[in-house]
């Protein structure tokens, strides 16, 4: 089992930045991937960035690139999502999720995830 705690939303107007943080316990040896989803109101959650355990990133999303940018401090067990540039359409509840055990092929949707954190609020002000 994995557990994961999000952390580090909060509102900000456009331009601004946040860093998201996801703490990791548990078996976090035999994760194979990390990565943080969106779900925006009346949306469908979706891939934001992945990072696998030895360092290959990922971003789903077209929008975010340049603008987020993934990581992760083995040592802590912690993965972060900087985020610059905020748009109002950043705004959406933002999870982290990982993939512990048997590797999970899919890398930007929920299929290839089997833990969750439950989230945590990102509001961008126009």
């Known amino acids: 089992q994995v557990q994961l705690v999000e952390s580090g939303g909060g509102s900000v107007q456009a331009g601004g930045s946040l860093r998201l943080s996801c703490a990791a316990s548990g078996y976090t040896y035999r994760t194979k991937k990390m990565g943080w989803f969106r779900q925006a109101p009346g949306k469908e959650r979706e891939g934001v960035a992945v990072?696998?355990?030895?360092?290959?990133?990922?971003y789903c999303a077209d929008s975010v690139k340049g603008r987020f940018t993934i990581s992760q401090d083995n040592a802590n067990n912690t993965m972060y999502l900087q985020m610059n540039s905020l748009k109002p359409e950043d705004t959406a509840m933002y999870y982290c999720?990982?993939?512990?055990?048997?590797?999970?092929?899919?890398?930007?949707?929920?299929?290839?995830?089997?833990?969750w954190g439950q989230g945590t609020q990102v509001t961008v002000a126009s």
């Open positions: 999720a990982a993939n512990g055990g048997t590797l999970l092929l899919s890398t930007c949707t929920e299929a290839g995830y089997n833990y």
């Open positions: 990072i696998y355990s030895g360092g290959g990133r990922t």
